[in-house]
């Protein structure tokens, strides 16, 4: 079956524009995670959504980040007025259920190269 | 704080040997860890999860230990093989098992 997906899978814009990516999780997941990766660091926590409600959005790294969920499906992570150290990948997961038993399943990434 | 700590440095082992990576964590034992892989430009995928009450558990050529004397987790690779070369990530359940940890990852490369 499909699994998650994420678009675009590179973008590059300029420092002080706003940019949206966009994740697609797998279908029937209530859980979805957002995940930062920089260059030679570890997987940096963002953002989890249950169903559309986010009940933890202690990772978020400035209150130019922000992410929704609609349907219980797809999510948008939004980052305005990009920085250059915003660049990093930046990686959806989702599990079925919730964090605690169950596996998650990651998407390719976004690469966001800010200049 | 609720770390997860891997050796940062690649480990390089010769094609049919055991590769062993080591994660060791901090503060309370969780009740479970889970070992990924994560090959160049794609997402972790998911390997294995060992339970606090699980000493060892396999699949086919992996092995992971979970030792909560030494708040340490081991995982092994066996006849290692060059496809087996990627990074491996272990993680902890945090924030009341509502989110997770993950470690920096060692990079393995398997030489033939």
């Known amino acids: 079956g499909a699994g998650v997906s994420q678009s675009p899978s590179n973008k590059v814009t300029e420092k002080g524009k706003d940019v949206e990516l966009r994740c697609d999780p797998i279908?029937?997941?209530?859980?979805l995670y957002w995940y930062r990766q920089s260059l030679g660091q570890g997987l940096e926590f963002l953002i989890y959504?249950?169903?559309?409600?986010?009940?933890?959005k202690s990772g978020l790294p400035s209150d130019r980040f922000s992410a929704e969920r609609t349907g219980g499906s797809v999510s948008t992570l939004t980052i305005q007025r990009t920085q250059q150290e915003d660049s990093a990948v930046y990686l959806c997961a989702s599990s079925v259920e919730r964090v605690g038993t169950d596996t998650q399943y990651f998407g390719p990434g976004t690469r966001l190269t800010v200049l | 704080s609720q770390k997860i700590e891997q050796n940062s440095e690649a480990l390089n082992i010769q094609e049919g040997k055991t590769a062993t990576l080591t994660c060791n964590y901090t503060?309370?034992?969780?009740?479970?860890l889970q070992w990924y892989r994560q090959d160049p430009g794609r997402g972790p995928v998911f390997l294995l999860l060992i339970r606090e009450n699980e000493k060892e558990k396999r699949k086919e050529r992996l092995k992971v230990t979970f030792d909560t004397t030494l708040k340490q987790s081991l995982f092994h690779i066996t006849a290692s093989q060059p496809a087996d070369s990627a990074t491996y990530l272990c993680a902890r359940p945090t924030g009341g098992y509502q989110k997770v940890t993950f470690g920096i990852g060692t990079k393995l490369q398997v030489i033939p």
């Open positions: 503060n309370y034992s969780p009740a479970y």
């Open positions: 279908s029937g997941h209530t859980a």
């Open positions: 959504f249950q169903g559309n409600s986010a009940p933890d």
